[in-house]
């Protein structure tokens, strides 16, 4: 995947919360208020905060970028041992896929809700350089 686009890997629709969604990418983080852009339609979603999975964090193994400054944690409920075990490795492998969750919102209010899964958007870059995440 090139430098400056995402693609939708996963996309949810949560009453109360807004929409989660399951972007790869190969960008150091992504910051709030970034926009991403469709190309095809135009249509453009606002990246309001990252979202971090509650087992990878109580397993010290989820990721962090410097540049993401907000952020909310979601938690899973397993049955057994063995099933966390699986849902931590599952999330330690889109990790090492480059895919992260984040909260979303639609730059508009007269378009799609979300964006289709498997499309790639275009990283919106303004004339004054995005915040550098290291």
């Known amino acids: 995947m090139e430098s400056n686009f995402v693609k939708i890997v996963e996309c949810y629709i949560i009453t109360g919360v807004g ?3 399951e972007l790869q990418h190969r ?3 992504i910051p709030p208020n970034t926009e991403i852009i469709d ?3 135009n249509e453009t979603w606002i990246i309001k905060k990252r979202v971090h999975n509650g087992i990878l964090i109580l397993d010290k193994s989820e ?3 410097e540049c993401e400054t907000e952020s909310m944690h979601v938690d899973s409920v397993f049955n057994t041992l063995t099933e966390r075990r699986i849902g931590v490795e599952t999330e330690l ?7 992260y969750m ?5 730059k508009k209010k007269k378009q799609k809700l979300k964006p289709e899964i498997g499309t790639e958007l275009k990283i919106k870059t303004t004339s004054q350089p995005r ?4």
Do not use: A, Q, W
Not at 102 to 106: E, G, N, Q, R, T
Not at 131 to 134: D, E, H, N, Y
């Open 102 to 106: 984040y909260l979303i919102k639609p």
């Open 27 to 29: 960008e150091n983080g």
């Open 93 to 99: 492998d889109k990790r090492r896929n480059g895919i």
């Open 63 to 65: 990721k962090y970028f």
């Open 131 to 134: 915040v550098k995440c290291i």
């Open 19 to 21: 929409i989660l969604i």
């Open 39 to 41: 190309s095809t339609s």
